[in-house]
């Protein structure tokens, strides 16, 4: 596949290919442990795929074969959360959580190794997890002095039951990518030199589907969920259809027209 690099950065590789775009956490010496910047980085990355015509799904990744992601950089880990260059403490991943959360697109993890931490909570958050047989799935919070208890947690409880995800969360153990698929919190694991493959495969097929079905598929999922917030973007997404629509078009029509609307010849449907 002729991928096309779309931006060079320090900590992640952005990349495109036929309608989809791939993230990748290139840090492969911390096991795509991810620093503030990196944090930073993804945003940017996603933020981009979002305003993109021509990227229709995202896939996160991990470099190499040993790591989707580990989680949050202990290195750099101080006062108040995760130390950035300007010795700020940050806990930016939270914004990246609901980056993904929020993306009007289908957001697909391809986990090829380590989704531990941090990084277990980003598969958690994306729409879809296709793993390789060499991934490990598990939770290192309480073990390690930090923990997620937001989508990590809440979510994860969606996916596995609350019983589950206690467990996952109270004795952070590790789980092959096999107990992880029988959990369903992964939709397939495959071997790993077919990991892309599959993964492009079930893009291509949401790329065939419709984008709009899709996105308010996610919205209305994510409503049930998300409280006040998930309704907003749902709603958010209904006022975008409506605005396509010739009943809406005849209001702002009217207005500019200096008449009154005529809405009497649009259907009131039962
Ligand atoms: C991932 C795991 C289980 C792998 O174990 P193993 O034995 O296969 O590899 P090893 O030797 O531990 O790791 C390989 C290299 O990667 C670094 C290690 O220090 C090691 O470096 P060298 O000794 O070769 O130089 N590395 C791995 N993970 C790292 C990390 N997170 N930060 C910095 N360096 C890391 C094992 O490595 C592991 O358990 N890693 C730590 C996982 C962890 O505790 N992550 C943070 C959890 S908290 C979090 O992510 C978080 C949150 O809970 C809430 C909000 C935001 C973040």
Request: charged fraction near 25%.
């Amino acid at each position: 596949r002729n991928w096309k690099t779309e931006k060079e950065y320090s900590d992640i590789k952005f990349e495109s290919w036929e309608g989809i775009g791939k993230i990748t956490i290139n840090r492969p010496s911390v096991y795509n442990a991810f620093r503030p910047e990196t944090v930073v980085q993804l945003i940017e990355a996603f933020d981009t795929c979002r305003e993109r015509q021509d990227i229709g799904v995202i896939i996160l990744t991990g470099e190499g074969d040993k790591a989707f992601c580990s989680g949050g950089d202990q290195n750099v880990k101080g006062h108040g959360g995760y130390i950035d260059e300007a010795g700020v403490p940050r806990l930016n991943v939270l914004d990246l959580h609901k980056r993904i959360r929020s993306m009007p697109k289908p957001v697909v993890a391809m986990v090829n190794g380590y989704a531990i931490g941090g990084g277990h909570v980003l598969h958690v958050v994306c729409d879809l997890t296709v793993a390789s047989d060499n991934a490990i799935f598990g939770q290192s919070g309480p073990k390690v002095g930090s923990f997620d208890a937001g989508f990590g947690s809440s979510y994860l409880a969606r996916h596995v039951g609350q019983k589950k995800a206690r467990e996952i969360w109270f004795l952070c153990k590790q789980y092959s990518a096999k107990e992880a698929e029988d959990m369903g919190m992964v939709n397939k694991v495959v071997p790993l030199d077919k990991l892309e493959d599959e993964t492009i495969e079930w893009c291509q097929i949401m790329l065939q589907r419709s984008p709009m079905a899709l996105r308010m598929i996610k919205r209305g999922l994510n409503a049930e969920l998300d409280g006040q917030t998930g309704i907003m973007e749902l709603a958010g997404d209904a006022t975008l259809m409506f605005y396509l629509m010739e009943e809406a078009q005849e209001g702002r029509k009217a207005f500019l027209e200096k008449r009154d609307p005529d809405f009497k010849q649009f259907p009131k449907f039962p």
